[in-house]
């Protein structure tokens, strides 16, 4: 073993170029933050679930969209516990394909064609696969993809849609609306409570963000998954205080009944959740928290069966 005084002297010995020597440094330049794979994976009993990114975006002041009823310093202190900001947020856009191994499922389709067809190639499709489009509710951000200047982006589809829902919009129509929905009417069908798009797949009332904005249950093998679609639109924000008003309800109190009664399924009977402005893959867990609930984003639970 070198003493103290040994390893004076070799370091003393050294060329000063090398004793002395800066550290080497590449010069790569940044690249830019990045978290956003295209597409998840995963089984459920018999079917194949993929949630797609079909885009996110940055807001500032979101505030000015959740949380509504309450004061600046209360929004601030449950961010703060969250730890995440209270001047931004991000949004994320995630369809959810379903194959049953009959079926190729599409629930709802994003802002834009291009978008929605991006993330299905990602992930292995093409528009003309899919055999039905499920549109959960007539927002901009879950009919953009469904046409573009050339006609419908899924030609082979056969597309189905809540009858409350529909109603209302053809009552009253948004711009994206008629040039969307309008257009594909004779190709839609109309349906409540209950009704099935294909054998697993099961419609489930969640009226308050839209008038008829509904839930999906998937079921297959004794396995359950609830695409919540916009039933709670933020992880935080809408998890964990449900009766905090949202901009984008369009009923906020019957928003957030809807919030506290599916919530409280899912976390009672511990079915997981896809939520589509969820962080992506938009998948997890609910569990009670005090008078609200909490997220828990799967890890890797779901792909042990991949």
């Given at each position: 073993m070198l003493t103290r005084r040994q390893t004076l002297f070799a370091a003393a010995a050294l060329p000063a170029a090398v004793a002395f020597a800066p550290p080497l440094r590449a010069a790569a330049p940044f690249q830019g933050t990045s978290a956003l794979p295209s597409f998840h994976r995963f089984r459920l009993g018999g079917f194949e679930v993929?949630?797609?990114?079909?885009?996110?975006?940055?807001?500032?002041?979101?505030?000015e969209i959740f949380g509504l009823n309450v004061s600046a310093e209360e929004f601030a202190r449950a961010s703060a516990e969250a730890r995440i900001p209270a001047d931004r947020t991000m949004f994320y856009f995630t369809p959810t394909l379903v194959n049953t191994g009959a079926e190729l499922v599409l629930f709802d389709t994003g802002l834009d064609p291009a978008s929605i067809t991006g993330a299905l190639a990602a992930a292995g499709h093409s528009?003309?696969?899919?055999?039905?489009?499920?549109?959960?509710?007539?927002?901009?951000?879950?009919?953009?993809?469904?046409a573009d200047e050339a006609g419908p982006v899924f030609p082979k589809a056969r597309l189905v849609t809540g009858a409350v829902e529909h109603n209302f919009w053809t009552a009253s129509p948004s711009e994206?609306?008629?040039?969307?929905?309008?257009?594909?009417?004779?190709?839609?069908?109309?349906?409540?409570?209950?009704?099935?798009?294909?054998?697993?797949?099961?419609?489930?009332?969640?009226?308050?963000?839209?008038?008829?904005?509904?839930?999906?249950?998937?079921?297959?093998?004794g396995q359950r998954l609830l695409l919540t679609a916009d039933l709670a639109n933020h992880y935080v924000w809408?998890?964990?205080?449900?009766?905090?008003?949202?901009?984008?309800?369009?009923?906020?109190?019957?928003?957030?009944?809807?919030?506290r009664r599916v919530l409280g399924m899912l976390a009672a009977d511990a079915v997981p959740m896809v939520g589509y402005h969820m962080p992506f893959p938009g998948l997890g867990h609910v569990e009670t928290r005090g008078e609200g609930f909490r997220f828990a984003p799967a890890s890797y639970q779901f792909l042990l069966d991949g």
């Open positions: 993929t949630t797609l990114m079909a885009g996110s975006r940055v807001a500032d002041k979101p505030q528009p003309d696969q899919i055999d039905a489009v499920v549109i959960t509710h007539m927002h901009p951000d879950h009919i953009g993809g469904l994206v609306f008629t040039a969307k929905v309008t257009p594909l009417n004779d190709r839609f069908a109309f349906i409540d409570e209950g009704a099935t798009v294909a054998p697993g797949l099961t419609a489930m009332a969640s009226f308050g963000h839209s008038p008829g904005h509904m839930s999906w249950m998937v079921e297959s093998e809408s998890l964990g205080y449900p009766d905090w008003e949202v901009r984008f309800d369009m009923d906020k109190a019957a928003a957030a009944a809807a919030r």
